[in-house]
């Protein structure tokens, strides 16, 4: 299911322009990272996929829905959002419940809710917590407990706002292989990451924003290898893609095996 | 004399059987950086309740050992005490906003109102303060109306306009774009070179290395390592214990087994990486 969006522009009603025409297409089961400084627009650009935010102007639209013909709950059945903060997102007694309360919503027959549910714990390695209140987890497990209550969902297409926010290297590595198991399903995930390395490491395709409009669109190596004008949106190349570069590699390496390999290569 | 000292500082929040911190001992010399870094749950942001004084005073559990800031011991003065000497930012920037200010401006302004500080010093410090931290075009807006990166500055600010002895900060830059980041590292160790000392829980090891002077590692609610940013950084035990580590580090542990890292010590900065590394490279790749 494509996501295909129209000369979007967005103006808060504070007066503020968000978005300064955008236009975008993301195929189905693509991987896309979205970087870009705070107040670059990220987060109001995703906001418009489930409808919470409407085009002031332009076209968003969601597979073959105008997503200003749908409601918030229509769209929630095509575009699963993973907000930046879970305690904005969580609200049940214990980690199961929350985790159902989605696919219940959604209306899947009681069997396949509970299929659903069983499978986002293990994929978030909650499946010990089901019986805890989201509340007396640590800050990462409930960033855990708002993932798999969206992976439950089952949509077509997962959003997640700064993931990796506060998170410690493990829970990083948790959700790194969350993104890579949906991948494998075909899904088509969006993630806005301040993260760069991880963007990196999980997505082929970057997009760089910056006041409001798109910067840079493309494979993450030809992205990332572009220093100077990721500068202009605060974004610094991953730490071994600048090693990489200050090393003279003709190529543009961003993980730790691309930099080794051209490493060994250049040293002979 | 240090102005931070714990001594065997063991605690226990209520209703738990483990406790978050356990036999602590730590003195910080002032305008020391500290960073502290460890896994999610190894008691980084209990040891910074614990120093802004909200262990024991907003917090219960069992508190034993010594704590003591600026000469003063933390069981035996009062919050009001205490806050003249400490300052805390919040690891969340939406729990600390006040919710009772209209204004940036006004928000920044708050706690010096409360410790009666006359109405035109206020007005230059807030001012100030915003500089430092590069918010002066938020002053009038709404402090809820602001990107989750811009209220983490305001937090910051409102602790920092307080001008405390000692600055705790949980995780400060958890929401800020890099350069975002770079910024407030810097105007971090300004106030340190002023000799404010700072305490700081933090994910982000390239900065720490940077701009830190001391790096503790926290498990479990111990003290792992504590050392220079070199020493700490570099160690293999952090590896090993699924602490975050610099790709840079990390990078030049696994050259360092196919021989292409060749000095005796391992890099945490860009710069010590590529001095390093360079002598790798066959000369016309190094554009000899």
Redesign the interface.
């Known amino acids: 299911m494509n996501i295909e969006i129209c000369n979007l522009h967005f103006t808060y009603p ?1 007066g503020v322009q968000a978005l300064r025409g955008i236009s975008l297409t993301i195929e189905a089961s693509e991987q896309v990272g979205i970087v ?4 670059a627009g990220k ?1 109001t650009l995703v906001r418009h996929f489930n409808g919470l935010l409407q085009p002031t102007s332009g076209e968003v639209k969601i597979g073959d829905w105008d997503t200003r013909q749908y409601s918030v709950a229509k769209l929630a059945s095509r575009v699963g959002y993973v907000f ?2 879970p ?1 904005e997102q969580l609200f049940s007694r214990d980690v199961r419940t929350e985790v159902a309360f989605g696919p219940k919503n959604l209306g899947y027959p009681k069997e396949q809710v509970q299929a659903l549910v069983t499978d986002a714990l293990e994929m978030t390695q909650l499946s010990d917590k089901t019986e805890t209140n989201p509340y007396d987890l ?3 497990w409930r960033k855990m407990v708002a993932i798999a209550s969206v992976i439950a969902m089952d949509t077509p297409i997962v959003i997640f706002d ?1 993931p990796t ?8 590595a948790r959700i790194a292989n969350v993104i890579r198991v949906l991948r494998e399903r075909g899904k088509t995930v969006v993630t806005i990451t ?1 993260d ?2 991880f963007c990196a490491e999980n997505f082929e395709r970057v997009i760089a924003m910056s006041q409001g409009q798109i910067l840079l669109d493309g494979r993450v190596n030809d992205v990332l290898g572009q220093e100077d004008i990721l ?1 202009t949106t ?3 190349p ?3 893609t ?2 990489g570069r ?3 590699f003709r190529e543009t390496v961003r993980n ?1 095996a691309e ?2 390999a051209v ?2 290569k ?3 | 004399m240090a102005i931070v000292n714990l001594t065997n500082v063991t605690y226990k929040y209520p209703l738990t059987e483990t406790p978050a911190l356990k036999n602590i001992n730590l003195q910080v010399e002032e305008g020391q950086f500290v960073a502290v870094i ?4 190894a008691g980084k942001s209990t040891l910074c309740y614990t120093l802004a004084g909200f262990i024991p005073h907003f917090f219960k559990g069992e508190l034993s050992g010594m704590v003591e800031v600026a000469g003063i011991e933390s069981g035996k003065s009062s919050l009001h005490e205490w806050v003249l000497n400490v300052g805390l930012a919040f ?2 920037p ?1 729990n600390q906003i006040s919710g009772a200010k209209y204004t940036v401006f006004e928000e920044i302004a708050f706690g010096l109102e409360n410790i009666g500080v006359p109405r035109d010093e206020m007005k230059v410090r807030v001012e100030e303060a915003m500089k430092l931290t590069g918010i002066s075009d938020l002053a009038d807006r709404s402090p809820y ?1 602001l ?4 209220q983490q500055r305001v937090a910051l600010t409102s602790i920092l306009v307080m001008q405390p002895k000692v600055l705790v900060l949980d ?1 400060p830059t ?8 770079r910024e407030v590292f810097s105007a971090i160790r300004k106030m340190a070179e002023r000799g404010m000392t700072v305490i700081m829980a933090e ?1 982000k090891v ?1 900065w720490i290395a940077h701009f830190a002077d001391r790096v503790i590692a926290l498990l479990e609610g111990e003290i792992l390592l504590d050392g220079t940013p070199r020493e700490v950084l570099t160690s293999d035990l952090l590896a090993e214990k ?7 580090t ?2 030049a542990r ?2 360092r087994t ?1 021989g ?1 890292w060749k000095r005796d010590y391992l890099p945490v900065t ?1 710069e010590e ?2 001095e390093g ?2 002598p ?3 000369p016309e ?3 000899e």
């Not at chain 2, 958890?174 to 980041?181: K, N, V």
């Open positions: 504070s870009g400084q705070n107040g987060t930046q903060n305690d640590s800050p990462t700064e926010t506060g998170q410690d290297a493990a829970s990083v301040h760069i390395d500068a605060y974004v610094d991953p730490q071994l600048r090693l200050r090393l003279g730790e930099f080794l490493l060994h250049q040293s002979l | 460890g896994p999610n749950g690891q969340n939406f109306s990107s989750g990166g811009q995780e958890s929401q800020l774009d890099p350069i975002g980041t994910h390239e699924g602490f975050g580590i610099s790709r840079y990390s990078a696994k050259a196919l292409l860009l990486a590529a590394f360079a790798s490279l066959s790749r190094r554009g």
